[in-house]
T-cell receptor
């Protein structure tokens, strides 16, 4: 148990629709990042939020957007869904500083299927 | 794009044997981490090794890092059926040590 919770666990959408995925960070963690994991691949970094601001982004188009709230929970929004967006979306929280700075605590993920 | 590449892609061993997985990466790093993922689940952090460290131990895990060769290895000793999972290396660099770049993983199967 990492203390990071994600919802929903599974969802099915059709091409062109929009989706919102949610994440609750582990208590005391002020940084949240999102990863996309296609079947059989390693996770790919989408973006990261720190103190409610995006402070890093991977190679994903603007239709992938996010929010972080004052309680450090987060949302990932994807507009105009494409078939290739089908993947496991992982949220990870972390804290700044400390001996193991850089360690991420992952949720169980949201499995998105786009038909 | 994946920076780290794990080798082998799949590994099958008997319970009690040791399992060794290797990871290569391309750019300079702050740290290298290993994560484990059971099928379709979230990732669990195993161990972090900093760029100025050469070896680190945690229980049955031993990680080495060779920055001159841009490679790392993860050794799991006395493997158990419960160790069956995918193992990923991930690198963090610069001021973005939490923005990790993952490899494509090694699928380890431990047969009872």
């Amino acid at each position: 148990e990492t203390g990071v919770t994600q919802s929903p666990t599974h969802l099915i959408k059709t091409r062109g629709q929009q989706v919102t995925l949610r994440c609750s960070s582990q208590s005391g963690h002020n940084t949240v990042s999102w990863y996309q994991q296609a079947l059989g691949q390693g996770p790919q970094f989408i973006f990261q939020y720190y103190r409610e601001e995006e402070n890093g982004r991977g190679n994903f188009p603007p239709r992938f957007s996010g929010l972080q709230f004052p309680n450090y929970s987060s949302e990932l929004n994807v507009n105009a869904l494409e078939l290739d967006d089908s993947a496991l979306y992982l949220c990870a929280s972390s804290s700044t500083g400390g001996a193991n700075s850089g360690e991420l605590f992952f949720g169980e993920g949201s499995r998105l299927t786009v038909l | 794009s994946q920076q780290g590449e794990e080798d082998p892609q799949a590994l099958s061993i008997q319970e009690g044997e040791n399992a060794t997985m290797n990871c290569s990466y391309k750019t300079s790093i702050n740290n290298l981490q290993w994560y484990r993922q059971n099928s379709g689940r979230g990732l669990v952090h195993l161990i972090l090794i900093r760029s100025n460290e050469r070896e680190k131990h945690s229980g049955r895990l031993r990680v080495t890092l060779d920055t001159s060769k841009k490679s790392s290895s993860l050794l799991i000793t006395a493997s158990r059926a419960a160790d069956t999972a995918s193992y990923f290396c991930a690198t963090g660099r610069g001021g973005s040590a939490r923005q990790l770049t993952f490899g494509s993983g090694t699928q380890l199967t431990v047969l009872p």
